[in-house]
């Protein structure tokens, strides 16, 4: 027979937590759509209106369907006046003239 207690796992003991800590960004800066070269800036653009577009065709085509940084990125990129990214705006937030196209796609 086997004591009560031989179902209790033993866990590794914890790191310290300051082991686990980030390392600091400065050292490493991450790229944002402004310091990209031409190839990688269209890259990111494209990969911000796929992604955008997937969570628009999931969840509903509003701006409020697409996770908070994918908005955020979204619209940065509205900001800095990328044509791409201003259309999927317009048609996110139900321009008359894309709902008009949408509707005839999938007729």
Known sequence: MTSRASNILAFPTRTAPSVLLPPVLDKHPVPTGDKLD????????ASIVRSTIGFARRKGRRIESLPPQLRVWLLELCELGEPTCVVVRAWLDGNPGFTDLSSQEGA
């Open 38 to 45: 031409a190839d990688e800036r269209a890259d990111y653009i």
